[in-house]
């Protein structure tokens, strides 16, 4: 099953050959519900039968969320833990994603909540005081207020490379900004996946040509799922849940960075295309 939310708040569930558009539904209340799965599928009898989904592809859609925090892991995969040590080897910090890699916690922070994550074939934005951009495609984790995996979504952590490179206490000002967060383009229920056979691709186009394309698997996350949700809980509450993304293992060279104009295009099996152009 999968549920979608449209910029004036209508939603939308897609289960199988079913289209059914949701009355009175709250993401808020989904994410606060013991059985989400159980709270969906009370929804959609309530709801109205639609002819047919739309084109999600070139439909714009806001994120699945309400008040939900939007939390991130980072240095998950071995690339970004190389890429890390990468940009920040100048400054001396390159050692602290090695050590952050191999140690027993990982390295969480906060991206932000709905003022500034944007959905499907909406506008994600760079920093004007940086020089070098690049998005970061990651399995995105829905997570219930009593810290259950019930759902997934694609997510794009727009990142400031070089902020981030020059100072790790810049990593705030390198991470959460307006429209650095895309999520979408909707979000799938289930409370686990096939890691094995599920693939993670970017594409990014300028002017119409493709200007780089990555592909990993799941499987190479370095750390469980259960793993990074169990140290987000710990001595934490999430009144609405949360959205974790799970790190990165795309990173473009260090001679690509974003411009306005781009195209992000961002597939995870199962989950569909997120596409979002920059501002």
């Given at each position: 099953?999968?549920?979608?939310?449209?910029?004036?708040?209508?939603?939308?569930?897609?289960?199988?050959?079913?289209?059914?558009?949701?009355?009175?539904?709250?993401?808020?209340?989904l994410?606060?519900?013991?059985?989400?799965?159980?709270?969906?599928?009370?929804?959609?009898?309530?709801?109205?039968?639609?002819?047919?989904?739309?084109?999600?592809?070139?439909?714009?859609?806001?994120?699945p969320?309400?008040?939900q925090?939007?939390?991130?892991?980072?240095?998950?995969?071995f690339?970004?833990?190389?890429?890390?040590?990468?940009?920040?080897?100048?400054?001396?910090?390159?050692?602290?994603?090695?050590?952050?890699?191999?140690?027993?916690?990982?390295?969480?922070?906060?991206?932000?909540?709905?003022?500034?994550?944007?959905?499907?074939?909406?506008?994600?934005?760079?920093?004007?005081?940086?020089?070098?951009?690049?998005?970061?495609?990651?399995?995105?984790?829905?997570?219930?207020?009593?810290?259950?995996?019930?759902?997934?979504?694609i997510?794009?952590?727009?990142?400031?490379?070089?902020?981030?490179?020059?100072?790790?206490?810049?990593?705030?000002?390198?991470?959460?900004?307006?429209?650095?967060?895309?999520?979408?383009?909707?979000?799938?229920l289930?409370?686990?996946?096939d890691?094995?056979?599920?693939?993670?691709?970017?594409?990014?186009?300028?002017?119409?040509?493709?200007?780089?394309?990555?592909?990993?698997?799941?499987?190479?996350?370095?750390r469980?799922?259960?793993?990074?949700?169990?140290?987000?809980?710990?001595?934490?509450?999430?009144?609405?849940?949360?959205?974790?993304?799970?790190?990165?293992?795309?990173?473009?060279?260090?001679?690509?960075?974003?411009?306005?104009g781009?195209?992000?295009?961002?597939?995870?099996?199962?989950?569909?295309?997120?596409?979002?152009?920059?501002?």
């Amino acid at each position: 099953m999968h549920l979608y939310q449209f910029p004036d708040h209508r939603c939308l569930a897609v289960a199988g050959d079913r289209c059914v558009i949701l009355e009175d539904f709250s993401f808020d209340a989904l994410f606060q519900s013991e059985s989400p799965s159980a709270f969906a599928e009370e929804a959609i009898s309530r709801g109205r039968n639609a002819e047919a989904p739309p084109e999600f592809h070139a439909t714009e859609l806001a994120p699945p969320m309400e008040n939900q925090e939007v939390w991130a892991a980072g240095v998950t995969y071995f690339r970004s833990r190389d890429a890390r040590m990468e940009e920040s080897e100048k400054s001396g910090g390159d050692v602290f994603y090695d050590k952050v890699y191999d140690a027993d916690r990982p390295e969480l922070f906060i991206k932000g909540g709905r003022s500034r994550t944007v959905g499907h074939r909406q506008e994600i934005s760079i920093r004007s005081d940086s020089s070098w951009d690049v998005p970061e495609p990651e399995l995105t984790l829905a997570v219930n207020s009593a810290g259950k995996i019930f759902g997934f979504t694609i997510g794009n952590d727009v990142s400031s490379r070089d902020i981030e490179g020059e100072n790790l206490l810049y990593l705030p000002q390198a991470k959460v900004w307006r429209n650095s967060c895309a999520l979408g383009p909707g979000l799938m229920l289930a409370e686990s996946i096939d890691q094995d056979a599920t693939t993670v691709s970017l594409w990014i186009e300028r002017g119409g040509a493709e200007v780089f394309s990555g592909k990993t698997r799941l499987s190479q996350l370095k750390r469980s799922l259960e793993e990074l949700v169990g140290f987000l809980m710990r001595d934490n509450v999430f009144p609405y849940g949360c959205y974790l993304l799970t790190g990165t293992g795309i990173v473009p060279e260090s001679d690509f960075t974003l411009r306005s104009g781009d195209t992000v295009v961002i597939e995870i099996t199962g989950m569909g295309r997120l596409t979002n152009s920059v501002e």
